[in-house]
């Protein structure tokens, strides 16, 4: 695709649902980031991929949060039970891979837990 | 993680130079210097990014200081379109490092 594309756009979710965000970052990148932003804050780092493999998670806040990338290209980020401390913009990113290439944000996914 | 420093904010005047600074005293020599930014209710946006050679780019220009330990990004001629918040990140090698992490970043005000 021309872009990184995250759905839904938005997700209001009851507590204690689980909820399921998707990623499809730009076509043969190998890289894939997933991050939190609350307003008014910086993007908090997830988690990030590889190709599928998930290189490094230290950024899940709890075993609630989980990610995969199964076949190396479209991503799911899967909060169980949600809490109302969950609700912020979860942003996705991808890039060509290694620390000389740009990252490219989709427009994020909106969670509202009420 | 490699820290880095940055003023929580910054002002400017339209159509004048901005220099954002970033301290990253603790850089490796294998540390990309990145810059992104992020305007208000959109994703983050790829500015910039260098290792040791100034840069420069059609959006700015990255000046790194000899000893890489702090780096400035140049606005040549600021618009209103580059009020901000302004992220300086480093991306170190390998596995675990190879990562973009955000800090505060300096939220650039551009009066007109």
């Known amino acids: 695709g021309a872009g990184v594309s995250q759905s839904p756009r938005y997700k209001v979710t009851k507590r204690g649902q689980d909820v399921a965000l998707r990623c499809d970052p730009i076509?043969?990148?190998?890289?894939l980031y997933w991050y939190r932003q609350a307003l008014g804050q910086g993007p908090e780092f997830l988690t990030y991929?590889?190709?599928?493999?998930?290189?490094?998670k230290s950024g899940l806040p709890n075993d609630r949060f989980s990610a995969e990338r199964p076949e190396g290209s479209i991503s799911t980020l899967t909060i169980q039970r949600t809490e109302q401390r969950d609700s912020a913009m979860y942003r996705c990113?991808?890039?060509?891979?290694?620390?000389?290439?740009?990252?490219?944000f989709g427009q994020g996914t909106r969670l509202t837990v009420v | 993680d490699a820290k880095t420093t940055q003023p929580n904010s910054m002002e400017s005047n339209e159509e004048e130079p901005v220099h954002l600074p970033c301290n990253h005293s603790t850089i490796s020599g294998t540390d990309y210097i990145h810059w992104y930014r992020q305007l208000p209710s959109q994703g983050p946006e790829y500015v910039i990014h260098g290792l040791t050679s100034n840069v420069n780019n059609r959006m700015a220009s990255l000046a790194i200081a000899e000893d890489r330990k702090s780096s400035t990004l140049i606005l040549h001629r600021a618009t209103l379109r580059d009020a901000a918040v302004y992220y300086c990140i480093l991306m170190g090698y390998g596995g675990a490092t190879n990562k973009l992490i955000f800090g505060t970043g300096t939220l650039l005000a551009v009066q007109p």
């Open positions: 991929f590889n190709y599928e493999a998930q290189q490094d």
């Open positions: 076509s043969g990148h190998v890289s």
């Open positions: 990113a991808s890039s060509l891979g290694g620390r000389g290439t740009e990252a490219f």
